[in-house]
């Protein structure tokens, strides 16, 4: 223990002894008590700690044996431990993996959870009788900060076990449970914290979160155990040059879940899932029982996977990130990922999968979907080898989350401006946030924080006499409520089978799918063919369809961005004479590249150009980054608009920028001058596709766009309009407005790097070359799979509708615009 | 204009890019669903603070086809204010550009479910208005003939060969018209909806919205239009 304690004084606990009852089990297990669950009874009266351990240390017994300790006497009352994971599923597994050696130790602990998935009776009653140790996601956390008992509920609160921390500190929703922390503590001043990693590159920007600041934060490390077993899977088939189903490697796979006891099979997106279960589904003639797994499947189907999953039925289970994090599923012996892995430490983490065992090593092999990937694996294996983590910093905690705070806290009760600052400063991410930023959040809260002062009268919250700031409406609260979150979904409708066939719910695809299908169409959806027969009630109906070739649900999925440490590997891979570590198909792909365009060089700007599929494309290798890349798609295709070449839209990989649109683009050079392009960034910054998607996540969040009210809820129906019409409205009427202030910090934080785009402009300095191979090159042609497409609303939309219309009428029998019906 | 020509009833007019609609013989602009001071009454329910700036925006659009037609009479079909509190609580700004729109102007409005009972503001208050061949009214009647009418909000998704477009649009056959809603901050119902099944026949077109009014045929289930 450190100075400070004896300092402050407040912490008691230190150097706690077990009780007995508790080593005794553990001796009856035939276990020893790791020395870092050691360490972290040796630490628990410390006010934070952070502990860094690998899958399968032990990490959360770790994390509740001082809750045990400390609760082993019975003398507790009310809420001692809160335990915060990113996942409903992971609180609830928790509950069962924790529930049996307390109730063989005999210990008089109460354990629950508190999702979404919780009924309304049980969570009612937990406000008024809470049990001692809470298992919770941030979200329902923060909605439990937001009633008026929350200082009763939380007022015997002890500690808080903060799981896989790691994933949350990389998104919003950790910015939320820091911030309901920060809220916790202003109740609770002596609240102890403790976080449970997994392995990352940097655990003090994680301490950092985790703490009140400016309390210090040890990071305790576990032993990380043997270096994994990884290794590429080798197939008699080559891989294709582009796609990424990963049809060519199914035999091999096959044969290795054959020759294993349960093998996870990762995907990056839900839709691959799909595609890959389909087809292991038609390969597989033994009928090994294999399932699917991932979010957008319903509750039961993934209850009942789950379930197979633990009691040792399944040998194979198709699944993406939804099972990334710690749930303990039982005898995994191998983890098979399909798809090049985006970033190392991902790759790491999803490995630890395999053997949940300390100190053996775990098994994985990589298998890439077309031969670009070859590459990306290859360069990840090399960074595995030299123990390479990656990983960006994040910045400053968002301010729309800020203002979702202030209204959770009104909600609560009436507040104090400068108590609920102090609160909000003292969370890691916001440790720097100034008071005027803060003021201007609160009066945005307030009353939307116009220059045009239309909603003094129907204020959203109001200072009363006292100071304290209250909400105008208490009912408001409600409203308030029903849009905590900062999950990002897209708009989903649920999928059922048709009433007459069962109605059973199947899962749910996205609105903007749903609205593509008309009736007869066939999708995939939990790796069976459906057809779609019409939209009931907001439901799609569906019926089962065993004989034809699917159209593919797009699921929403998160796009993940290679490193920036990969990405270096792969341009260092590309200047080699020859490729002697690569397969030979991948080393005779790049060679073909090589004959047919060329090999992107750090020095040089390689620029292709040629027509596919009906459209002109282009292909701007920069090798700058997805943020960077993404932004040059932008000012490039605004600079085509201009000069009347029609483009249609873009789409950004790491690696590369693939513009596509009506015309040729003659001579790319111009494009890529400096001052034009920095000119064009003001302009551009504010009317694009981009900033309106990251406009309508921030809105959302910061309580502008409601999500849900209590009349849709009602009607079913929401009689919204788009987004786009609000960002635009906004920026003509009140550009300076805090919400498009936002809008620019999260764009810049996502996509600007104009940065970097200079860089290589500079490293290229009229360097570039530009090739029009006549036909889609081996480089190339992974990106025309690549989601993520923007869509850039120009003059071609016009004309295409133009084209259209007439081909239409024509069809119809009709020859002018004129519409005379008979 | 960039309009699309229609008749409807014998009469000749005009859809405008805007989504108003033009009767030249008359001298006539009727546009359908301003839904002005629609923020504010979300406002007032304690909803969230949208920018509150679609008003003078829709009276600005408004104010361009005013000019661009010099139309000599105004109909606005039912729902141009989002409740009656809304029509009431206009700022003193808003009354002055209403009313230097109404100067010189035969103007009528139509009641709209949002807005059914006395506004004060200037101009004829009706529940629905013959005029020559033609009803404006503001819900389609199952048995309308040559009847304008709004209240849907219709927009419709065309597919082109490299995207789908959607916009909102006027919905047209031989007997009616159903115009898109002319507010800013208005959403709307995709034209594949059942409601407008029974409305329309099978040689329905959609006029869509935007640069230049275009006219297909009217996007809808084809097991349903049948």
Redesign the interface.
């Known amino acids: 223990m450190g100075e400070w304690e004896c300092a402050t004084g407040c912490f008691k606990f230190a150097s706690m002894a077990l009780p007995q009852i508790i080593t005794e089990w553990f001796s009856a297990q035939g276990w020893d008590i790791h020395p870092h669950q050691h360490m972290m009874v040796a630490r628990s009266g410390d006010p934070a700690v952070l502990l860094i351990a690998p899958t399968g240390g032990g990490k959360t017994m770790a994390g509740f044996l001082p809750t045990l300790a400390e609760l082993a006497d019975g003398t507790h009352e009310g809420i001692h431990t809160l335990y915060v994971s990113p996942l409903k599923a992971l609180a609830a597994d928790i509950k069962r993996n924790l529930r049996r050696p307390v109730e063989e130790m005999g210990l008089p602990i109460r354990i629950e959870d508190r999702t979404g998935d919780t009924s309304q009776t049980v969570k009612k009653r937990q406000r008024v009788d809470p049990p001692h140790i809470l298992l919770t996601t941030p979200e329902s956390l923060a909605l439990l900060t937001s009633y008026e008992d929350a200082p009763r509920m939380f007022a015997g609160l002890k500690r808080i076990v903060v799981d896989e921390i790691h994933a949350l500190a990389e998104s919003k929703r950790g910015d939320q449970l820091f911030l309901a922390l920060a809220a916790l503590n202003a109740l609770v001043p002596d609240l102890r914290r403790v976080g449970l990693s997994a392995t990352v590159e940097d655990p003090e920007a994680i301490a950092h979160l985790l703490a009140r600041h400016p309390d210090p934060c040890e990071v305790l490390h576990a032993d990380l155990g043997p270096p994994p077993d990884i290794a590429m899977l080798e197939t008699d088939e080559a891989p294709p040059w582009a796609g990424g189903g990963a049809k060519y490697a199914i035999p091999a796979v096959l044969e290795e879940v054959k020759k294993h006891k349960t093998t996870l099979i990762f995907h990056n997106t839900r839709a691959q899932a799909e595609i890959f279960f389909h087809n292991l589904w038609l390969a597989n003639t033994d009928s090994l029982p294999i399932g699917i797994h991932h979010g957008s499947l319903d509750r039961v189907q993934r209850d009942r996977v789950e379930g197979a999953m633990v009691r040792g039925e399944l040998r194979a289970i198709v699944c993406t990130g939804s099972l990334d994090l710690g749930i303990d599923w039982g005898d995994v012996d191998l983890v098979i990922q399909i798809g090049a892995p985006k970033n190392v430490k991902r790759l790491v983490q999803r490995i630890g999968r395999a053997n949940h065992r300390y100190n053996a090593p775990s098994k994985a092999l990589l298998v890439p979907a077309n031969r670009f990937e070859v590459v990306e694996c290859v360069a990840a294996l090399d960074a595995v080898y030299d123990g390479e983590l990656d990983g960006d910093p994040r910045g400053p905690g968002p301010r729309d989350v800020l203002c979702q705070h202030i209204l959770i806290a009104a909600s609560s009760g009436p507040f104090e401006a400068d108590a609920l600052f102090a609160q909000m400063t003292s969370a890691g991410a916001y440790s720097d946030l100034s008071r005027a930023e803060f003021d201007a959040c609160l009066d945005f809260c307030a009353?939307?924080?116009?220059a045009?002062r239309?909603?003094d009268k129907?204020r959203?919250l109001q200072q009363r006499p006292d100071g304290m700031w209250a909400l105008?409406?208490p009912?408001?609260a409600q409203?308030i409520r029903m849009n905590v979150g900062t999950i990002q979904d897209t708009d989903t409708l649920k999928v059922r089978l048709k009433r007459s066939r069962g109605g059973k719910p199947l899962g749910e695809i996205e609105e903007s799918f749903a609205?593509?299908l008309?009736?007869g169409d066939t999708f995939l959806i939990g790796g069976q063919i459906v057809r779609y027969e019409?939209l009931n009630q907001m439901t799609v109906e569906v019926t089962r369809r065993a004989d034809k070739k699917p159209k593919i649900a797009t699921f929403m999925g998160t796009k993940f961005a290679t490193s920036t440490q990969l990405s270096q590997r792969i341009l260092r891979m590309f200047q080699q004479d020859t490729w002697p570590g690569l397969p030979t198909h991948t080393a005779e792909w790049l060679g073909l590249q090589r004959t047919l365009s060329r090999l992107p060089q750090p020095g040089r700007l390689l620029v292709e150009s040629f027509p596919h599929d009906?459209?002109e494309n282009t292909v701007v290798y920069g090798f700058a980054g997805r943020n960077a890349q993404q932004t040059l798609g932008l000012l490039i295709t605004k600079r085509l608009e201009e000069e009347g070449l029609n483009p249609?839209?873009f789409v950004a990989t790491d690696y590369a920028t693939l513009i596509w649109g009506l015309d040729r683009v003659p001579d790319p050079a111009p494009l890529f001058d400096i001052d034009a392009l920095r000119n064009g960034l003001d302009t551009w910054l504010a009317g694009n596709a981009v900033m309106k998607r990251t406009f309508r996540a921030s809105a959302t969040i910061a309580?502008?766009?409601?999500r849900n009210?209590p009349q849709a809820k009602k009607s079913g129906r929401q009689?919204?309009?788009?987004s786009d019409?609000?960002y635009d409205?906004?920026l003509?009427?009140?550009p300076d407005?805090l919400m498009l202030q936002i809008t620019r910090e999260e764009a810049e934080r996502g996509m600007v790097d104009f940065g970097r785009i200079e860089e290589m402009v500079n490293r290229t300095k009229g360097r570039i070359d530009h090739v029009r191979p006549g036909r889609i090159t081996p480089l190339a042609a992974p990106l025309f799979l690549e989601p993520g497409r923007v869509?850039i609303k120009g003059l071609?939309?016009?004309k295409?509708?133009?084209?259209?219309?007439e081909r239409?009428?024509e069809t119809?029998g009709v020859t002018d615009?004129?519409?005379?019906?008979? | 204009m960039n309009g699309?020509?229609?008749?409807l009833s014998n009469v000749a007019l005009t859809?405008l890019p805007s989504g108003a609609l033009w009767w030249p013989d008359m001298c006539l602009l009727c546009v359908s669903d301003l839904h002005l001071g629609k923020?504010?009454r979300l406002?007032?329910r304690?909803?969230?603070?949208?920018?509150?700036?679609?008003t003078?925006?829709t009276l600005d659009r408004l104010s361009a086809d005013l000019e661009n037609t010099n139309a000599r009479q105004v109909v606005c079909l039912g729902d141009s204010f989002d409740d009656l509190d809304a029509a009431r609580g206009m700022?003193e700004a808003t009354r002055l550009e209403i009313s230097r729109l109404q100067a010189g102007r035969r103007w009528i409005w139509i009641e709209g479910n949002h807005d059914a009972g006395p506004v004060e503001f200037e101009g004829e208050h009706v529940f629905e208005l013959p005029l020559g061949p033609l009803t404006f009214r503001h819900i389609a009647q199952a048995n309308g003939h040559g009847e304008i009418s709004g209240h849907y909000h219709p927009k419709a998704?065309?597919?082109?060969?490299?995207?789908?477009?959607t916009?909102a649009c006027f919905l047209?056959?031989?007997q009616r018209l159903i115009m898109p809603a002319f507010g800013?901050?208005?959403?709307?119902l995709?034209s594949h909806d059942p409601v407008f099944d029974p409305l329309f026949?099978v040689?329905?077109?959609a006029?869509?919205t935007?640069?230049?009014a275009?006219?297909?045929?009217m996007p809808r289930?084809?097991?349903r239009a049948a």
């Open positions: 009353t939307g924080g116009y045009l239309a909603y129907w959203r105008r409406d009912r408001a409203r609205s593509s008309t009736p019409g009906g459209r249609l839209g309580g502008l766009i409601e009210t009689a919204t309009f788009s019409i609000l409205t906004l003509k009427y009140d407005h869509p071609a939309e016009e295409l509708l133009e084209e259209e219309a239409l009428l119809a615009q004129t519409v005379t019906p008979n | 699309c020509d229609i008749t859809a923020s504010e406002a007032r304690g909803g969230a603070h949208l920018p509150p700036y679609e003078k925006d700022t998704h065309v597919r082109t060969r490299a995207k789908t477009v916009r047209v056959d031989s800013t901050y208005t959403g709307g995709s026949g040689d329905a077109r006029i869509l935007g640069r230049r275009l006219a297909v045929p289930n084809a097991e």
